[in-house]
Structures are given as structure tokens and as C-alpha cells.
């Protein structure tokens, strides 16, 4: 099957990947923290791409920051959009299939239907826009290529919305959290299974996928669920995201349609809640 390298090893799908691959017995991935592997160094990227000949790249190299791109547009666009162009181009020189995490965050959320891999991407956050550019830049270079688009991701690992809750829902009485954004929480976990998935069965399906967990709610809903889960009687206070201003503007209906990959890539997604569910338990473990 050959190596896999992991970029941005160290973030919290890394992680994920990590406790996935140990937990199938896959010995063969390398995962490579920034400081061992920037993507923006491409002298750096060569040598990496020499020593070890992967037949895969998962990437999770990424700049994340929603609201502190907006006044960092550059810096956003040399992770999100050159940083992906180095690695399509040493995937394409290296005979490497590469794996790419996008986000929701590339449409507008305007609407009210599930998204479609070929429905317009229409970025409202410079973050978006940067991901976006990102996607695009991949085919230019390699036709041996995933793209997965995910959203709302969690997990046990880094800072996510899920411990922020559990955290905010032991020290205070009463949170106030935004109830018309809505889309569909990702536990990292099941992303991470997706993505060796994809590597195990060495499909060769390549295109744009989109994966997160099945169901839809609104971060009000997701709040009172971790709450009821974790035990706390933390008063929830649904509020409307004009109550809530944040520096970037986020989609109000993300929701993504994940016909795509539960055929061509042969994968059973579980519902949101029993996903949360499973985090959970494996935090209190």
C-alpha cells in the first residue's frame, strides 16, 4: 500500500488519525507536526517527499482562525490556498494520491436544501474564500485527488465547541448560544475512519467529497444536547446570530449532502447524536 504522511499531524483530526490508525493496526503513516513539515517550505516539502515516497498525503495543514482571517488575508491565503498548491504539485512529481480537508464554509449557507458536491461555492468569509481557492488549485496540478468538505469537527483531542460547552456548562448557570446557524456537528473520529477508509480500499473515485455526520441542528440544539449528556443543568438560552456579531460572517444553512460518499467511497455515517455520544463516553473513560 505504501507510506502515508500526515501534514499537520499534530491538530486534532491528526490526533484522530493517530488513535484510528493504531486502533486498525496501520503502521505505515508518518505524522509530521508543522515544525517538521511547513507546507509553505517547499525545499523543506521536497526532501520530506524523497526520504519516505508516499503513495498518499492526508492533509490537515491548515489556517482555521474563521474571525482573525478576516483582518489576516494573507497569511490565511499562503496556508489555505499556496500551501496546498506546494503539496498538489509534489503529488503530482511523486506519483502521491493526495487527501484534503475542506469546510462547509466554502458556500454562503443561504439557502435551505442539503449541499451537493456540485452545488456553487459562494465563500462569505475570507476563510471560505481561502479554502476555496485551495480546493481549486488542486486539480490544476493533480488528477489523483480528495477533497473532503466537512463541518462543525470535535472530537476529545484540541480546542473544539463540544469542550468549550462542557467547560463554559460547569462554570456558569446559564449560556446564551446562536440557534438559526444550522448544519451538522463531524466527531474527527469518524472523518478519520473515513479518510483510511479511503486509503485501505485504494479507491480511485477522486473528486470532491463531503462528509459529516448525518442529522441537522443548530449550535443551540448541539449545546443542549452535550449538556444533557454530560450530566449539567446549564439553562440554555436560544439567540439569534445578530445577538452574537462576530468579525467573519458564517453560513446560516450548511447542511451537506453525503449521498456522494456513502456510494462511492463505500461508507456507512453514523447520526450526530450517537457520535456525540461516543466522544463523550471516551472523555469520562
Known amino acids: 500500500?505504501?507510506?502515508?504522511?500526515?501534514?499537520?499531524?499534530?491538530?486534532?483530526?491528526?490526533?484522530?488519525?493517530?488513535?484510528?490508525?493504531?486502533?486498525?493496526?496501520?503502521?505505515?503513516?508518518?505524522?509530521?507536526?508543522?515544525?517538521?513539515?511547513?507546507?509553505?517550505?517547499?525545499?523543506?516539502?521536497?526532501?520530506?517527499?524523497?526520504?519516505?515516497?508516499?503513495?498518499?498525503?492526508?492533509?490537515?495543514?491548515?489556517?482555521?482562525?474563521?474571525?482573525?482571517?478576516?483582518?489576516?488575508v494573507e497569511t490565511a491565503r499562503r496556508v489555505n490556498r499556496d500551501g496546498v498548491e506546494n503539496l498538489a504539485r509534489l503529488c503530482a512529481q511523486h506519483g502521491t494520491t493526495l487527501l484534503h480537508i475542506s469546510t462547509d464554509f466554502v458556500f454562503a449557507g443561504t439557502g435551505n436544501q442539503p449541499l451537493t458536491e456540485t452545488d456553487e461555492a459562494a465563500p462569505i468569509s475570507v476563510y471560505g474564500l481561502t479554502k476555496l481557492e485551495g480546493e481549486q488549485v488542486i486539480p490544476v496540478h493533480t488528477e489523483r485527488y480528495f477533497i473532503l468538505r466537512t463541518s462543525w469537527l470535535y472530537s476529545e483531542y484540541a480546542n473544539n465547541f463540544v469542550k468549550t460547552m462542557l467547560?463554559?456548562?460547569?462554570?456558569?448557570?446559564?449560556?446564551?448560544?446562536?440557534?438559526?446557524?444550522?448544519?451538522?456537528?463531524t466527531y474527527a473520529i469518524d472523518l478519520a475512519a473515513c479518510l483510511l477508509h479511503i486509503i485501505e480500499t485504494q479507491n480511485q473515485q477522486y473528486g470532491i467529497y463531503h462528509y459529516s455526520n448525518e442529522g441537522v441542528t443548530s449550535w443551540y440544539d448541539f449545546a443542549v444536547a452535550i449538556f444533557e449528556l454530560g450530566g449539567l443543568s446549564t439553562r440554555t438560552v436560544p439567540i439569534r446570530t445578530a445577538e452574537y456579531p462576530t468579525k467573519a460572517t458564517r453560513p446560516a444553512y450548511s447542511v451537506m449532502d453525503k449521498t456522494k460518499a456513502k456510494t462511492q467511497l463505500g461508507i456507512a455515517i453514523p447520526h450526530w447524536r450517537e457520535s456525540l455520544k461516543q466522544c463523550m463516553e471516551r472523555m469520562e473513560a
Do not use: H, S
Not at 507510506?3 to 491538530?11: C, Q, S
Open 1 to 72: 500500500m505504501g507510506k502515508t504522511l500526515v501534514f499537520g499531524g499534530a491538530g486534532q483530526l491528526g490526533q484522530c488519525l493517530q488513535r484510528v490508525a493504531q486502533a486498525k493496526g496501520m503502521t505505515d503513516l508518518e505524522f509530521l507536526a508543522e515544525e517538521e513539515a511547513n507546507i509553505l517550505n517547499v525545499a523543506g516539502l521536497q526532501a520530506v517527499f524523497v526520504q519516505y515516497q508516499p503513495a498518499y498525503v492526508i492533509n490537515c495543514a491548515a489556517y482555521t482562525a474563521v474571525d482573525k482571517a478576516e483582518d489576516e
Open 167 to 185: 467547560k463554559l456548562g460547569r462554570e456558569r448557570g446559564e449560556l446564551r448560544v446562536i440557534w438559526d446557524q444550522v448544519g451538522t456537528p
